[in-house]
């Protein structure tokens, strides 16, 4: 008898498990909003794809930034 109780009380907390991290991600969607609105799909696209790219400057310090942006 104990033995067929346990499967599903392992079944009933995964879905538990499930549930909550649905709520979980639902609230941090909800309150990690940005005050200034949804991003701009194209701009979000474009960071992401330059983000996999090779770097083409490398900065070391604040001397090699500097001739890099002048």
Excluded: C, H, W
């Excluded at 709520?23 to 940005?34: E, H, P, T």
């Excluded at 983000?51 to 604040?62: A, I, L, W």
Aim: aromatic letters at 10%.
């Amino acid at each position: 008898m104990n033995g067929s109780i346990y499967p599903r009380k392992n079944n009933q907390l995964e879905v538990l498990k499930q549930k909550v991290e649905m709520l979980r991600s639902f609230v941090i969607s909800a309150i990690g909003k940005d005050k200034e609105g949804e991003y701009n799909p194209n701009f979000v696209r474009r960071t992401l794809k330059a983000s996999k790219e090779k770097p083409q400057y490398e900065f070391k310090d604040s001397t090699s930034f500097l001739k890099q942006i002048n």
